[in-house]
């Protein structure tokens, strides 16, 4: 049995740069996989989403060009040719990983499932059923996160469709139901909208994206409906049948509803992959939902065995999954380093405009008695977005009255998630919202729009 100095379970978005990280001191590691190097962000998710609503941009683009003065016939999508490039970059992304981490000689690539035997032991169990075991003197837990699929009547027996398959397909569908009006279902209702899919989202919450503010929602609510998407809020889907389409059963406020569909999409959330890993060999412990436990520097509650990104219940997005794997090393290596309590997590919704957010919103400040003053622009008084007509959305920002320092900002607009990380940097900087009033930004761009955000707060 080999001894090494690292083991690694998951080579997902923490797991490959920790490996790197770790090996560039020299010291030996085991990164274990059980499926394909990359992980959920590689391989399922932001490079092939992010791809697929690229195609669907050019789509809507196209089908607006008479409204540039660019006169085509006709227009139409092939899937086929969508799904083939998508394919390439996750090929392409996937063999970068690949390559980086196999040229280090002190990294070992062990595919197959991990398990704990014991809380220095790991057991990999390969695709063909044999099996080895190797130690390490610190482990690290980087197993993801996978599609939660809620137990409704009849659902298991259909061909629905995941965020993964989702992206297989090689035609159009007729009509997409969609449960889930998450980030998942938003960027999926739109790409698909695009493609020329009917599109409907059910969603049991009584908005979408329920997380962010009432002012965000109606915005994307309204962008959406203006697109053709339909939406049914309150809705719990009961029941589902598939017979040459899908016909779902929901409860509404107002009664039953049933509602046909050539294919259905479920997207109500994600689900930490920590079941079958034998934590009950070790002394680790989970929340309710299955989360592993962990301090603020992601150590669990075995000294030796830190746990990163999406299985700890970190915010679910790569780049906070990728600097957990900043912070656990600092932490089990150096000694030393930020804990994630310190950290601004920024992110980016791919729909169109782009929906881009970083620390407060006015929702939270409220809930948390957090004094606030706020500031809001439409996008439709912005230069920049008149001449290419792309004029929906808001830049919407929280300031501390006292130090007018920013608290948080909503940015709803073409390339939103940019500027928010303008916003970020002033945050991490404490640069005070009357310096960026009055800071001269080139003309004619988005950013420039930050002056008169600014220039709103009372
Ligand atoms: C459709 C979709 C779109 C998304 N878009 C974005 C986006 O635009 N921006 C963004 O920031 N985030 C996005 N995310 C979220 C992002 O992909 C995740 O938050 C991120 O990949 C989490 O990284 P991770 O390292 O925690 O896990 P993962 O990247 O999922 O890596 C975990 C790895 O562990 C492996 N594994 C699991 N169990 C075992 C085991 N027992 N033994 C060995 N290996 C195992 C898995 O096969 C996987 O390779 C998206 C997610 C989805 C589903
Ligand atoms: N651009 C990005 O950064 C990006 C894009 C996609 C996904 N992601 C990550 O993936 C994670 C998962 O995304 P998601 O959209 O699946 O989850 P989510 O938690 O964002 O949304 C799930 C939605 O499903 C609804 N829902 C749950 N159960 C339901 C049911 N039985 N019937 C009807 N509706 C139901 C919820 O009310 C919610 O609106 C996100 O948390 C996000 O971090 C990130």
Same mark, same amino acid.
Request: proline share 3%; glycine share 10%.
């Given at each position: ?136 003197? %610190? ?36 009509? @997409? ?101 034998? @934590? ?8 309710? %939902? ?159 729009? @930050? ?8």
């Amino acid at each position: 049995m080999k001894n090494y100095d690292a083991v690694i379970l998951g080579a997902g978005q923490s797991g490959m740069p920790l490996a790197k990280k770790i090996s560039n001191i020299g010291l030996s590691v085991a990164l274990i996989e059980k499926r394909v190097i990359g992980g959920t962000c590689i391989n399922d998710g932001c490079s092939p989403t992010k791809t697929m609503v690229s195609s669907a941009r050019v789509a809507h683009l196209v089908s607006r060009a008479a409204d540039f003065g660019v006169i085509l016939p006709s227009y139409q999508v092939d899937q086929e040719i969508v799904k083939k490039r998508k394919d390439h970059i996750v090929t392409l992304f996937r063999g970068g990983a690949e390559k980086s981490l196999s040229k280090n000689e002190n990294i070992d690539i062990l595919m197959g499932t991990a398990a704990f035997k014991d809380s220095h032991t790991i057991e990999i169990t390969s695709s063909t059923g044999s099996t080895e075991t190797v130690k390490g003197k %610190k482990i690290f837990i980087n197993t993801g996160s996978e599609p939660r699929i809620p137990e409704i009547d009849g659902l298991t027996g259909t061909p629905y469709l995941t965020s993964t398959t989702v992206m297989e397909l090689e035609e159009t569908p007729e009509h @997409l139901l969609i449960m889930g009006g998450g980030y998942i279902g938003l960027e999926f209702a739109q790409m698909f909208r695009r493609f020329g899919s009917n599109v409907t989202i059910i969603d049991r919450a009584g908005r979408l994206v329920s997380k962010e503010d009432e002012d965000v929602c109606k915005e994307i609510s309204q962008i959406f409906s203006d697109e053709g998407i339909d939406t049914l809020f309150n809705s719990e889907v009961r029941k589902v049948t598939y017979q040459d389409g899908f016909t779902i059963i929901t409860k509404t406020p107002e009664g039953e509803k049933s509602l046909k569909g050539s294919h259905l999409l479920v997207a109500t959330g994600r689900i930490p992959s920590s079941a079958r890993l034998g @934590l009950e060999n070790t002394q680790i412990k989970t929340t309710d %939902k299955g989360f592993i436990r962990t301090d603020d520097f992601l150590k669990t509650a075995e000294n030796h065995i830190y746990a990163l990104g999406d299985v700890a219940g970190s915010a679910p997005f790569t780049h906070i999954a990728y600097h957990d794997a900043h912070i656990a090393f600092q932490h089990a290596y150096k000694g030393n380093g930020i804990s994630k309590k310190e950290r601004l997590v920024p992110y980016c919704v791919f729909i169109d405009p782009q929906l881009a957010r970083i620390g407060l919103n006015e929702q939270e400040a409220k809930d948390k008695g957090i004094p606030y003053k706020t500031g809001k622009f439409l996008m439709k008084h912005a230069g920049r977005t008149l001449e290419v007509d792309e004029t929906r959305g808001f830049f919407k920002v929280l300031v501390d009255p006292k130090s007018k320092k920013i608290l948080g900002a909503t940015i709803l607009s073409l390339d939103g998630g940019e500027i928010m990380a303008i916003l970020q940097m002033a945050m991490v900087g404490g640069v005070t919202y009357d310096t960026i009033a009055t800071l001269p930004i080139a003309h004619p761009t988005l950013a420039e729009s @930050l002056n008169n955000l600014m220039g709103q707060i009372e």
